[in-house]
């Protein structure tokens, strides 16, 4: 929990994106862990009522164009390239926080 994983798009507005940036990373997404991973009953509620699925689902964050700020499956991005991104010296409890601060977001429109 708390790994950035930039994602190659294979989308029209990947293209532009990769265009304009020069990058070819598109599209971020924040990862959560599996719900039973999340210590704080709050936010593992909040992430729940987003996302009807499996409780053994390894879990992101991701604000989509169309769709605002989603939780989704890690498996969506399994055929795509991926860098994960992991801060180094980074507490348990700071990516739990990390996570928490993200949630809050879920619902809200794509920015």
Do not use: M
Not at 82 to 105: F, M, N, T, W, Y
């Amino acid at each position: 929990p708390g790994d950035v994983l930039l994602v190659e798009g294979h989308s029209r507005v990947s293209n532009v994106i990769r265009t304009i940036t020069q990058s070819p990373w598109t599209h971020s997404v924040l990862y959560v862990g599996r719900l039973h991973d999340i210590e704080d009953p709050i936010v593992r509620q909040r992430i729940k009522e987003s996302y009807h699925a499996e409780e053994g689902d390894q879990l992101v964050i991701e604000s989509v164009l169309g769709k605002g700020t989603v939780v989704t499956p890690l498996k969506r991005y399994r055929d795509f390239h991926v860098r994960i991104c992991r801060p180094s010296g980074i507490s348990r409890q700071d990516a739990e926080k990390v996570v928490a601060h993200a949630s809050l977001s879920i619902g809200k429109e794509y920015d």
